[in-house]
């Protein structure tokens, strides 16, 4: 069985799975968070499926540069371009879906 098999991000990637499309290009894909924990909460996943950003940094540094840039884009146009970054890596840390993922946080001032 792939990696990428039942994967909720792969399936939103390919359209099999609704999301709200923020961005997309040949590299990645970004839409809006379902349970979103400020006024902008957006998820940018690579959409060649890797199970974490530190398989992302080992296997595609650029991949990762250009997740960090695309964040960059989304909060100059939905803020003023102030923006958290947040990978969760491990199921210690919180991730959940075990596809790198990228959440994007802005569009208000945020706590620490």
Not at 4 to 18: A, N, Q, R, Y
Request: charged share 25%.
């Amino acid at each position: 069985m792939s990696d990428s098999e039942g994967c909720l991000f792969c399936s939103i990637v390919k359209g099999e799975v609704p999301s709200t499309k923020v961005y997309e290009d040949e590299q990645v894909f970004a839409f809006e968070d379902i349970a979103p924990k400020a006024k902008v909460h957006v998820l940018i996943v690579p959409k060649k499926h890797v199970a974490s950003v530190a398989e992302l940094a080992d296997s595609d540094s650029r991949t990762l540069a250009h997740i960090v840039d695309v964040a960059r884009d989304i909060a100059r146009e939905r803020y003023n371009g102030s923006f958290r970054l947040v990978f969760n890596t491990g199921a210690d840390a919180g991730q959940t879906v075990f596809h790198a993922h990228a959440h994007v946080l802005t569009g208000e001032v945020l706590d620490e």
